[in-house]
């Protein structure tokens, strides 16, 4: 079944190679986006090698680069005299480790060829291969077990939406599955759900979610300090909405328009999911006569948020969590419209009321967890979206108390980047690891 499993990925592989070829030249000769990167993504070229035994952590991207923040501090403590490869798939990603994380290597992770796989490994033998969430690479897999190496998922979760997906494809990921040591789940329901792909239960640690350990961090950042010596912001009702996406934009500026015109102590701070939708808000908020101002301009030409300017525009990277600190009641996007929502944890953290729609599927435990808590609450609609605003605006009492409660629950969850640190360390310091064997 393993080897079954396998061939039919390397047969796929090797197949659309054509196509992987293009889509490379692309990303390379006309975005540019790997321009600084290819070589390492060939296998060709990567950093000196630690002269350290090391554990190889593969974090795609930026969520995952900042949710390791916290285990590999817990690890450093554990292991002083061990060194860190931490490998990326996008440009951001890798700069996020550089910037957060400091790790002894910084590289990109090559394509999922397994010579070029090999290449990596022989330049850094590592002891022990982490895996953030779900980056289940074949090849990467493979030539670890090959080399005797213990494989880990680290804050692991598979959403509801994805399940139809592993069965579709259980002729690979059941064999694939079968070769990871441990999977450290962030929830029960994640647990559940793997074992239900076909993970073997026992294998399965429920350890929590390593982001409330890195999100519980912000209010104490030093990028916090800045934003705030930097920025006039209104002291109250200011209504942030992060992380918004097409279908919501339109409505939410729509909405605060009128809102606006009804009640001259009304903020919006408006932070789209992607920069490409910048020059359409700005449209938008043009065509609706609110005046708005440019963070970036802000920022850089030192410019003044003045009570008569009634829209903040956050046209910058790595700000949204920060700028949470500054609102009176947050919003989540991406629930509204139909893209599965974002994590409610950063408004969360900083004691702000958190409202999000129906269709943040992507975060249902953390969602539920604040729910419950008294800490967030449904909109279904715009309009019901601005009269729950409006209604929290007014009530200091109820605001400050669904708050505190939404940053309680938060802070209660943390640990979990101690417990994965844990189960990395007993792989590395014990012989008496899981069997995975192959059939």
């Known amino acids: 079944m393993v080897l079954m499993g396998l061939l039919a990925y390397q047969l796929a592989l090797w197949f659309f ?6 889509f490379f030249c692309y990303q390379l000769f006309v975005s540019g986006k790997f321009r600084n990167s290819w070589r390492p993504r060939l296998g060709l070229d990567f950093p000196k090698a630690p002269q350290k035994p090391t554990i190889h952590i593969h974090a ?7 949710a390791l923040v916290g285990v590999i501090k817990e690890l450093r403590q554990r292991l002083p005299d061990w060194a860190f490869l931490v490998t990326s798939l996008s440009e951001t ?8 994380l400091n790790p002894e290597v910084a590289t990109f992770l090559p394509l999922d060829y397994r010579f070029l796989v090999r290449r990596l490994y022989d330049q850094y033998e590592p002891k022990l291969l982490i895996l953030m969430e779900t980056e289940f690479w074949p090849n990467l897999i493979e030539e670890a077990k090959s080399r005797g190496l213990a494989v880990m998922v680290a804050n692991g979760r598979i959403s509801p939406g994805t399940i139809r997906f592993y069965h579709t494809f259980s002729f690979l990921y059941h064999p694939l599955l079968a070769k990871i040591d441990c999977f450290a789940a962030q929830t029960e329901a ?35 300090k800045e934003l705030l010596s930097s920025i006039n912001a209104p002291s109250k009702n200011v209504l942030a909405a992060g992380s918004t996406h097409p279908g919501e934009h339109e409505k939410l500026i729509e909405g605060f328009a009128k809102l606006s015109k009804e009640r001259d102590d009304a903020y919006l701070i408006l932070a789209p999911r992607h920069p490409q939708e910048l020059d359409k808000v700005r449209r938008l908020l043009s065509e609706s006569e609110l005046s708005y101002l440019d963070r970036s301009k802000q920022r850089d030409e030192k410019l003044t948020w003045s009570p008569d300017i009634k829209v903040l ?27 599965g929502g974002h994590s409610p944890l950063e408004p969360a953290v900083f004691g702000k009321p958190v409202l999000f729609g129906p269709h943040a599927f992507n975060f249902i435990a953390t969602n539920e967890m604040l729910v419950n808590a008294q800490g967030a609450q449904v909109v279904d609609s715009h309009e019901i979206l601005l009269k729950t605003v409006v ?5 200091e009492e109820e605001r400050e ?14 640990g979990a980047s101690m417990r994965m640190a844990e189960l990395a360390h007993s792989f590395v310091t014990s012989t008496n690891k899981y069997e995975t064997k192959s059939s």
Do not use: W
């Open 60 to 66: 795609a991207s930026v969520g995952e680069a900042i």
């Open 401 to 414: 108390e669904m708050g505190s409660k939404a940053k309680e629950a938060v802070l209660q969850k943390q």
């Open 391 to 395: 209604k929290l605006f007014d009530n």
């Open 17 to 22: 190679s054509p196509l992987v070829f293009l």
């Open 190 to 224: 994640d647990g559940k759900r793997v074992v239900e792909i076909g993970f073997p239960k026992e294998r399965v640690k429920v350890v929590g979610d390593v982001k409330y350990d890195q999100i519980a961090q912000n209010p104490n950042s030093p990028r916090l």
């Open 93 to 100: 990603g890798h700069q996020t480790v550089l910037d957060r």
């Open 313 to 339: 525009l956050v046209d910058t990277m790595g700000e949204l969590a920060f700028f949470y600190s500054l609102c009176s009641v947050a919003f989540v996007g991406g629930s509204l419209a139909k893209i």
